[in-house]
């Protein structure tokens, strides 16, 4: 799951590199954090929130 905006659309940069991976929601590129659907759940929703200030 990403750690920027909770999504689960991430894929590897470089398979032979496991610690690497970009999102495909949000662009963010680094580690990937494993966690729950609550914690995805939360995550999503800051971002969302985040995104809807930046617009105002």
Not at 2 to 18: A, E, F, H, K, L
Not at 27 to 35: E, L, R
Request: include cysteine; charge should be negative; glycine fraction near 6%.
């Amino acid at each position: 799951m990403c750690p920027r905006c909770g999504s689960t659309d991430v894929d590897w940069i470089i398979p032979q590199n496991w610690s690497m991976w970009v999102c495909k929601n949000c662009d963010y590129t680094g580690p990937i954090i494993i966690g729950d659907k609550e914690l995805s759940k939360e995550i999503k929703e800051d971002w969302e929130n985040n995104q809807k200030e930046k617009t105002n």
